[in-house]
């Protein structure tokens, strides 16, 4: 095992840092150097911002996604088109669609999908709900906006099964969309591309 080169409470911060996507050890480590160098306009700032959002974050009862007030902006924005709702896998896949510009509409967040091998069932999602806010008479479609994997499709059939008696459109992003790819790793235009050319599931 190597051998720590500063003390605990900096070794805990590379740790902390090595555990987000897309930073390993050595990312971690030129990452907290970074920090600690600039302890003034980067460390102190970055620190306040993380423990004000700690304690205002809150995850909308709504639809799902997480914002600092209840409900979310996206659910209090009155120029959404009350018409559409767009159900995704997770936030991330949220943010990427608004990056994109895409689409207007409402969303829906389950909180992951649907998975034997993980015993992930639909008790455990957000389902229960999205049922509920499709049954609105406003709501005239319901865009599945899921990843392209196994589960994501199994978890997209389960959702048209669960709201299918409401007598809605029931569209799904275009095949522009790799299969196996998930939506946040996506650039804006293959996501708008995909919104435009949304197909009946």
């Not at 709504?62 to 018409?83: F, K, L, Y």
């Not at 999205?130 to 005239?140: M, N, T």
């Not at 319901?142 to 459109?169: C, F, M, P, R």
């Amino acid at each position: 095992m190597p051998q720590a080169v500063a003390g605990p409470e900096i070794e805990r911060l590379i740790q902390l840092l090595a555990r987000m996507p897309g930073l390993g050890p050595r990312s971690a480590r030129r990452a907290a150097l970074q920090l600690i160098k600039k302890r003034d306009t980067l460390l102190g700032p970055l620190s306040e911002a993380m423990r004000v959002a700690a304690e205002r974050i809150v995850v909308c009862h709504e639809c799902g996604n997480v914002d600092t007030s209840d409900p979310c902006t996206i659910c209090r924005d009155a120029s959404r088109d009350p018409t559409t709702l767009v159900v995704v896998e997770d936030v991330s896949d949220l943010w990427a669609l608004e990056r994109s510009g895409a689409v207007q509409a409402r969303y829906h967040v389950l909180g992951g999908v649907l998975s034997a091998l993980d015993g992930v069932r639909p008790e455990h999602l957000n389902i229960a709900r999205l049922v509920e806010r499709a049954s609105d008479l406003a709501v005239k479609e319901v865009i599945l906006a899921l990843n392209a994997t196994v589960d994501g499709q199994t978890t997209a059939h389960y959702v048209t099964e669960s709201i299918g008696h409401l007598g809605l459109k029931i569209t799904r992003l275009a095949h522009g969309v790799p299969v196996g790819g998930e939506l946040d790793y996506l650039d804006e235009g293959t996501l708008s591309a995909a919104i435009r050319s949304r197909t009946a599931f």
